[in-house]
């Protein structure tokens, strides 16, 4: 297999594609907000702090929805475009989906446009409604998709048992304890305690009152389950030179990216305890030069404890089998050696469907930024990785990026 | 050829089928409308042994799929067969009706439900071997 990718990536280039701005409203539970609210209100946030107006923007990106297809169908068909006031102006808006990774994706995809001359200013939007949608209709869409309907379905398969079935061939492998993989769901409390826009930034975390909450589907407790969330948030691309010309002084580029499709089905993944992380990372290094030494944190999906534990092994950030125990010692926590989901993760900022994995991505723009919050600013950081994944795990996704400053 | 009436047919006789290529002779599971391998669709079937081990496994406690509300708890398992193909199935309990005895890598044989559980919910069923 051909496993060598265009290094096209320059820094150099007028074309490099950049994020200049972000926005985002709470995560939680907000039954009086509304999905379009939500979507204009983060929108002018990103459009704001990216120091634009909406005219600037020629392409809408739209992360989809999970709450509701009527919805879903109104981002499909340019709504947010009236919505902004961008109609005629607006040279394209169209969905990408890919699930959980579908925000890795949309990055590559904006960036390409960019890169490609087919798109100045690309913003691109998420909202979910999760949080308020009812409880078991939800349950049964996430029976539904990402599981082979055919094959799977009619054994009584669901997402926690998805996250399970991982977990157990992880803990079996590396010989984790329950202790160490609720620590997992600690460190990012941790986080969460710090982030005004986390669903859970009020209520602090043990390791025994995971272990204590009940059983839900063996070796996973109800409290390292993460729960449904409503949340909004957006980003504003476009390329070095643009934003030079707008008199940005500092944006976050791609130094480089890698991913790995390695099944559909969880019941045909072959290593159940590694995913496609390893692979993944190899082609994001190699694509980018960086090497796991050379990030200063990281933001990576976090659905259950140990799709994160396996992802920082694949990534080596971690040693083969001790990234339980790498969260454990605290390496990932504030103030450790390497940040991990300095928002709280989806298990503690909460789960916004599609677009847990885009809160990642926007918390790893504004610390690149340095427009954290100040007890949540990793101090000094340049560069971060992204890692993403979508369905049964289906895919591995990796985006390493880094600050770019501008010279006046 | 319907794959899937076939497959499950299998199940309603008590037989795990595994698709076989009559072009290369690779083995595909789930079964495929094209050999995965080399892409010919003179696709038939074999009888698979039935011996596998556990590659992993849960057991589902709460928050069952609709039409599942009864069956819990019940087990769900990654089964790798003998013949080098994998699926999602399930355990049947152990000699404490529970799961607790199972572990990773144990070795399992294909055991079907009885016809009228197999009619309703047509998955494989495998137990300790």
């Known amino acids: 297999m051909k496993d060598s990718w265009p290094l096209y990536l320059d820094r150099t280039s007028p074309n490099d594609p950049v994020f200049v701005g972000i926005g985002e409203i709470p995560s939680g539970k907000y039954p009086e907000r509304t ?58 808006s169209f969905m990408v989906h890919s699930g959980g990774s579908t925000s890795d994706n949309a990055v590559r995809t ?130 070095a030179a643009n934003a030079k010309e707008r008199g940005i002084k500092q944006a976050v580029r791609i130094a480089g990216s890698g991913g790995c499709v390695s099944h559909y089905s969880i019941g045909q993944e072959a290593e159940v305890g590694q995913l496609g992380w390893s692979i993944a990372a190899r082609r994001a290094y190699h694509q980018s030069g960086w090497t796991p030494e050379t990030a200063d944190f990281g933001e990576i999906y976090d659905s259950y404890a140990a799709v994160t534990a396996i992802a920082i092994e694949g990534l080596g950030i971690a040693k083969k089998g001790e990234g339980a125990r790498w ?57 971060c990785v992204i890692g993403g994944t979508g369905g049964s795990y289906m895919d591995a996704q990796v985006l390493m990026l880094e600050r770019v400053e501008y010279g006046s | 050829m319907n794959i899937v009436n076939d497959f499950r047919e299998g199940l309603a006789r008590g037989e795990l089928l595994i698709q076989k290529c009559h072009d290369c002779n690779g083995v595909n599971m789930y079964p495929r409308y094209a050999c995965p391998h080399c892409q010919s669709e003179n696709l038939g079937w074999q009888k698979s042994s039935g011996v596998g081990v556990v590659h992993s496994f849960t057991v589902l406690r709460a928050g069952p799929p609709e039409g599942f509300e009864t069956d819990i708890p019940y087990a769900l398992a990654v089964v790798k067969l003998e013949e080098g193909v994998q699926l999602l199935a399930r355990l049947h309990p152990d000699s404490q009706g529970d799961w607790l005895e199972y572990n990773c890598e144990d070795k399992v044989t294909f055991a079907p439900a009885p016809a009228e559980e197999i009619a309703k919910k047509p998955c494989a069923w495998f137990t300790k071997a």
């Open chain 1, 110 to 239: 904006a960036s390409g446009l960019i890169a490609a001359g087919h798109a100045r200013n690309v913003l691109v939007l998420q909202c979910e409604r999760w949080g308020s949608a009812d409880v078991m209709a939800m349950i049964n869409m996430l029976t539904k998709n990402g599981i082979p309907q055919q094959w799977e379905q009619v054994a009584g398969l669901q997402f926690n048992a998805i996250g399970a079935l991982i977990t157990r061939r992880y803990m079996h492998e590396s010989k984790s304890t329950p202790e160490e993989m609720a620590s997992i769901c600690v460190t990012l409390r941790k986080w969460a305690n710090l982030n005004p826009n986390a669903m859970y930034k009020d209520k602090p975390l043990t390791i025994e009152k995971i272990l204590s909450s009940k059983m839900v589907a063996d070796p996973i407790h109800a409290m390292e389950c993460p729960m449904l969330a409503d949340g909004a948030v957006a980003f504003v691309m476009t390329s």
């Open chain 1, 35 to 92: 999905f379009i609210g939500d979507l204009t209100k983060v929108a002018l946030l990103a459009i704001a702090d990216a120091a634009m107006i909406p005219s600037d923007i020629d392409t809408i990106l739209l992360i989809p929805n999970l709450h509701s297809f009527d919805d879903q169908a109104d981002l499909v068909f340019s709504r947010m475009v009236e919505e902004l006031g961008l109609s005629r102006q607006a040279k394209a």
């Open chain 1, 327 to 383: 969260f454990a010692e605290g390496n990932g926590d504030p103030g450790g050696k390497f940040p991990i989901n300095t928002n709280g993760g989806l298990l503690s900022a909460g789960h916004t469907g599609v677009g847990g994995g885009t809160a990642l991505i926007v918390e790893g723009v504004r610390q690149l930024l340095w427009k954290a919050e100040k007890e949540r600013q990793v101090s000094n950081c340049q560069r």
